[in-house]
Each structure stands twice: as C-alpha cells, then as structure tokens.
C-alpha cells in the first residue's frame, strides 16, 4: 500500500519560494509516477505538474511554468515541487499523488489512485 506524506508548506510573501516535498513509503518509489495538484477552497482540484518514474517526462499548468519545478529522488523516495516567484493567486492546499509507472505523464486526477493528505501554501500579497 502507497502511503504519502507531503511537508513544506507555509506562509510567505509574493514573490517568495517555497520547496514541497512528498516522502513515499510502503512501495518502491520508481514504480510510481508523481503528480502535484492543489485544490483552493470553493474550487476543483487543479493539476500542476507531474512526472514519471524516470523523469523523463514532465509537464506542468501554463500558469506554474518558468516559476514551478518539479522533481524526484528515486533513491531517497521522494518527490519534490520548488515553487519560485509565488503569487497569491497560487494559495491553496497542495497534494502529492501517484500511480504505477507509465513512460508519460497524466493530468487528471482520477488517473491517480494514492494521495497524500495536503499541505496548506499561503501566499500573501
């Protein structure tokens, strides 16, 4: 069973960065594809960026592009999302999702069958 367990967020100004991490436990973390969404309150959950098991393939919102990177560590179980260039409008809880490996990335998130419990990113104006 995929258990997954995100940290990092908090409270910054705009313009500041934040570096989420999700910590994987219970398979081997290079059999899963990543995926980053967030959900602000009143809204859907939205799709921000996602990689595959390799890290060959990536993708991110038009929004998060040129400010947002994501990123893993296959041996430290861990994936990563360095949030640059905050802007308020990028409030919302952050979830770590993933799913067994496919060489492509996927955005939506019933595709996803393992999330992880949120972390809250504020950003103030």
């Known amino acids: 069973q995929v258990q997954l367990v995100e940290s990092g967020g908090g409270l910054v100004q705009a313009g500041d960065s934040l570096r989420l991490s999700c910590a994987c436990s219970?398979?081997?973390?290079?059999?899963?594809?990543m995926a980053w969404f967030r959900q602000a309150p009143g809204t859907q959950r939205e799709f921000v960026a996602a990689?595959?098991?390799?890290?060959?393939?990536?993708d991110y919102i038009e929004s998060v592009k040129g400010r947002f990177t994501i990123s893993r560590d296959n041996d430290k179980n861990t994936g990563y999302l360095q949030m640059n260039s905050l802007k308020p409008e990028d409030t919302a809880v952050y979830y770590c999702?993933?799913?067994?490996?496919?060489?492509?990335?996927?955005?939506?998130?019933?595709?996803?069958?393992?999330w992880g419990q949120g972390t809250q990113v504020t950003v103030s104006s």
């Open positions: 999702a993933a799913r067994p490996s496919t060489g492509w990335t996927l955005r939506r998130p019933r595709d996803y069958d393992s």
């Open positions: 990689i595959s098991w390799s890290s060959l393939s990536i």
């Open positions: 219970g398979v081997p973390f290079r059999s899963l594809n």
